[in-house]
């Protein structure tokens, strides 16, 4: 283990706006970045929710409003609704 803090946000934007990173992609690095934290691999910097882990968030929320409509579109064919 490194004794480098990471940043969360900038291992994840890699110097690229926040629009420019795909929501897959934050969530891959998103689980790298904390499961190599968990592990105690890497140490990360404590930051505030807005500076930071508001990428995960809303690349969390994007996928669970993706999935509920695919969801409703699955239910609405099932039930023979167009």
Not at 34 to 38: H, I, Q, T
Not at 50 to 60: E, F, K, P, T, V
């Given at each position: 283990m490194s004794d480098r803090e990471l940043n969360f946000a900038s291992e994840i934007l890699k110097?690229?706006?926040w629009r420019d990173v795909p929501?897959?992609?934050v969530l891959a690095q998103a689980e790298r970045l904390?499961?190599?934290?968990?592990g105690?691999?890497?140490?990360?910097?404590?930051?505030k929710l807005?500076?930071?882990?508001?990428?995960?968030?809303?690349?969390?929320t994007r996928q669970v409003r993706a999935l509920e409509?695919?969801?409703?579109e699955l239910e609405a064919h099932r039930d023979g609704r167009p």
């Open positions: 110097g690229r706006s929501d897959d992609e904390l499961d190599g934290w968990m105690n691999e890497h140490r990360m910097e404590r930051p807005y500076d930071h882990y508001a990428l995960l968030l809303l690349a969390l409509t695919r969801v409703a």
